[in-house]
């Protein structure tokens, strides 16, 4: 019978073992409407960026694109760090027919490895000042690592808790037998 000293121990390593483990890879979901145009296209919110400038942007290459319904296209959709004015850019394969929309930065963390907020931006369509709308759904939410760990866990760290846990189930038992 498992005592309540390791029942605790091992209770606290699965807690620790499912707060430290990764949110799951998922479609991210955008659709951006300027006027009457909407685009909407899906990325993999564990893609990296096809290209990107550190501290500037994060650039997709090959995004399927589909404007008010039409057939997907691919696009090179880029989003731009606070540093580069914010928002998304949209631009046929070359860099060709380029539309940027600057406003708020829509992602955390570095170019490198963006993670997308879901939420709604109000955008502006560079050099026409229109006004445009970024919805963004489906991104990955942590839900209690964010609160209690600002600072990224090792990936190995689950597997270290769940050993350290393991062990101190065996040194309980073994006291428990020699008692």
């Known amino acids: 019978m498992m005592t309540s000293r390791a029942t605790l121990i091992l209770l606290a390593a699965l807690a620790t073992t499912a707060i430290a483990t990764p949110a799951?890879?998922?479609?991210?979901?955008?659709?951006?409407?300027?006027?009457?145009?909407?685009?909407?296209f899906t990325i993999d919110s564990?893609?990296?960026?096809?290209?990107?400038?550190?501290?500037?942007?994060?650039?997709?290459?090959g995004v399927e694109i589909y404007?008010?319904?039409?057939?997907?296209?691919?696009?090179?959709?880029?989003?731009?760090?606070?540093?580069?004015?914010?928002?998304?850019?949209?631009?046929?394969p070359g860099g060709y027919d380029k539309s940027n929309f600057g406003g708020l930065q829509v992602f955390?963390?570095?170019v490198t490895a963006p993670k997308f907020t879901n939420g709604t931006y109000t955008?502006?369509?560079?050099?026409?000042?229109?006004?445009?709308?970024?919805?963004?759904?489906?991104?990955?939410?942590?839900?209690?690592?964010a609160a209690l760990s600002p600072v990224p866990l090792p990936p190995g760290f689950p597997l270290f808790a769940t050993a350290i846990a393991g062990l101190g189930?065996?040194?309980?038992?073994?006291?428990?037998a020699l008692a």
């Not at 799951?24 to 300027?34: C, E, G, K, R």
């Not at 919805?135 to 839900?143: D, E, H, K, N």
């Open 108 to 110: 955390a963390g570095l």
């Open 46 to 61: 564990a893609a990296k960026p096809t290209v990107y400038s550190l501290g500037k942007y994060a650039d997709y290459h």
């Open 169 to 176: 189930f065996l040194g309980a038992r073994k006291r428990s």
């Open 67 to 92: 404007f008010n319904k039409f057939p997907a296209r691919p696009y090179e959709v880029t989003f731009f760090s606070t540093a580069s004015g914010g928002g998304i850019g949209i631009a046929a």
């Open 123 to 145: 955008l502006t369509r560079a050099p026409s000042g229109a006004h445009a709308t970024l919805v963004i759904s489906g991104a990955p939410v942590a839900l209690f690592a």
């Open 24 to 40: 799951q890879a998922a479609l991210v979901h955008f659709t951006l409407t300027s006027g009457t145009v909407k685009g909407t």
